[in-house]
């Protein structure tokens, strides 16, 4: 195991998190590991997925403020156009 995957989830970026997730799943998909290390490399697994799961949830959120306030941008505010009627003469 190296210092990198020893890292506190909130210091590493997105790419890290997932790049070390690959790895930890090859890990024990391999086979190779013993019990005690398998078992610390699954829960390792599972803290990286809760944190980039809750990353990409966050974007979303995020994501989804911006194309709510960009459709409101777009919408034109007709409270102040002046009222227009149509009469038949």
């Known amino acids: 195991m190296s210092a990198q995957q020893n890292r506190p989830l909130d210091e590493m970026t997105f790419k890290e998190a997932s790049v ?3 790895q930890v799943v090859r890990q024990l998909e391999s ?16 803290e990286l997925l809760s944190s980039l799961r809750a990353r990409l949830a966050s974007a979303e959120q995020r994501v989804q403020v911006l194309v709510e306030s960009a459709r409101q941008d777009d919408v034109p505010d007709t409270a102040a156009a002046p009222a227009t009627a149509f009469i038949d003469e």
């Not at 086979?31 to 599972?46: F, H, P, S, T, W």
Request: glycine residues 10%; without cysteine.
């Open 20 to 22: 070390e997730l690959e």
């Open 31 to 46: 086979g190779d590991l013993e019990l005690e290390e398998a078992l610390e490399r699954y829960q390792r697994g599972v």
